[in-house]
């Protein structure tokens, strides 16, 4: 059985940090890309980051230079630091994992919020 399991969520101030974590199990780890996606109410669901099986990293125009993803296959992990955070960034962040063998597989995470306020 597949799982994705979030941490990190939370309440912060305007130009803090969170550092998100998604735990994987039930699954070969390493082949999988991984992202972060989130979602605002009333907002469609929007990729945030992602990185692939190798390596490679993907951000979103609205976290450049302030989001950073990382991975670790021998934990089983991906990550998400979030630095310099502003209210838009106030959503449901979603881990994703992504492997395509044939057809494309996808597996989600239940969600973690992250809100941004004074």
């Known amino acids: 059985q597949v799982q994705l399991v979030e941490s990190g969520g939370g309440l912060v101030q305007p130009g803090g940090s969170l550092r998100l974590s998604c735990t994987a199990s039930?699954?070969?780890?390493?082949?999988?890309?991984m992202a972060w996606y989130r979602q605002a109410p009333g907002k469609q669901r929007e990729l945030v980051a992602d990185?692939?099986?190798?390596?490679?990293?993907n951000y979103a125009d609205s976290v450049k230079g302030r989001f950073s993803i990382s991975r670790d296959n021998a934990k089983n992990s991906v990550y998400l630091q979030m630095n310099s955070l502003k209210s838009e960034d106030t959503a449901v962040y979603y881990c994703?994992?992504?492997?395509?063998?044939?057809?494309?597989?996808?597996?989600w995470g239940q969600g973690t919020q992250v809100t941004v306020s004074s």
């Open positions: 994703n994992a992504r492997v395509a063998i044939g057809s494309t597989i996808d597996y």
């Open positions: 990185i692939t099986s190798g390596g490679t990293t």
């Open positions: 039930g699954v070969i780890f390493r082949f999988y890309n």
